[in-house]
């Protein structure tokens, strides 16, 4: 990272997104001293402490929550200027950050990531996967990708998958040794692959029929809080799991899996790559969010 006036305000902002030193300065290429120097120096010039550390965490104090706040949108903006006057219009550079859920890259990947990385070499995608939902304005993102029902009101969306279904399966065997469920109370019955959210409980199953909403809670027997372990868990028949059909459509057409109860299961909207409105979209989004439409139209 290039030294400027900026640079503590930069650092101040990776520490607090990372929650690390030690990740900030590998984001920021800089060494963990020089990083613990920068917060250290800006302190001392505000008179006030913004982190409060301990061996083994960092977390941002009531005063540095408010003044990162303040900060992270104007850093976002700066970094866009200077991307923009430095950009050819066929050839953008830079950074790309997005907010992502976790197991959606991986599933994004190609072609979109990949052709995006082929096609503009000199940008740099820097994305983060993780389950909380993220202001991308105050964090200083320039683009978050969610579920459609996930995205604010005041973002623009962009199309990233069609439709969606979270669906009921198992395996052959565990149905043939614990019985079909023939109804959403049938599942109380079993044992689950349990899913964990980010907020720490563990998620209840929707279920939708003929608007009839259900929210069954089925006993775990393990819970986990990442999509692919829970598909794998599922595979090794464990339990009865509630996965996304991006993940079980392989195996059931194989017969490796069997979806139950699908008349309870409806399809929702999506993935959506959403960011703020503005009259000058970043060149290096722009060209993104053009990769999509291109994907889409294919």
Not at 159 to 187: C, K, N, W
Not at 273 to 284: D, E, K
Request: charged residues 25%; contains cysteine; proline residues 6%.
């Amino acid at each position: 990272m290039h030294r400027s006036g900026l640079t503590e305000l930069e650092v101040v902002l990776a520490v607090a997104q990372r929650q690390s030193f030690r990740a900030a300065a590998r984001q920021l290429g800089m060494s963990a001293t020089a990083v613990s120097n920068a917060v250290a120096g800006l302190e001392s010039r505000l008179k006030i402490r913004l982190f409060n550390r301990s061996t083994r965490s960092v977390a941002l104090t009531p005063a540095g929550a408010r003044y990162v706040e303040r900060i992270a949108p104007a850093l976002a903006e700066i970094r866009r200027a200077s991307e923009e006057i430095a950009t050819q219009p066929d050839a953008p550079t830079g950074t790309l950050r997005i907010s992502a859920p976790q197991e959606c890259v991986s599933l994004l990947y190609e072609p979109l990531i990949e052709t995006y990385l082929r096609r503009y070499p000199q940008m740099r995608l820097d994305i983060t996967s993780e389950s909380r939902m993220v202001d991308i304005v105050a964090e200083g993102y320039d683009a978050g990708i969610r579920l459609a029902e996930s995205v604010p009101q005041d973002m623009i969306a962009v199309e990233l998958t069609g439709d969606i279904r979270m669906l009921v399966v198992a395996t052959p065997d565990y149905f043939a040794e614990h019985g079909i469920p023939q109804s959403p109370e049938d599942l109380l019955r079993h044992k689950s692959v349990g899913m964990r959210m980010s907020h720490g409980g563990i998620y209840h199953w929707e279920l939708e029929r003929h608007q009839q909403k259900l929210r069954v809670n089925v006993p775990p027997r393990i819970v986990l809080n990442e999509m692919r372990a829970i598909h794998r868990a599922a595979l090794s028949g464990v339990g009865i799991a509630f996965i996304s059909d991006w993940f079980a459509r392989e195996d059931i057409a194989s017969g490796r899996l069997i979806s139950v109860l699908d008349e309870w299961c409806p399809a929702f909207g999506g993935l959506r790559l959403y960011y703020p409105g503005r009259r000058h979209v970043p060149p290096g989004l722009k060209a993104f969010i053009d990769l999509v439409h291109e994907i889409q139209a294919r």
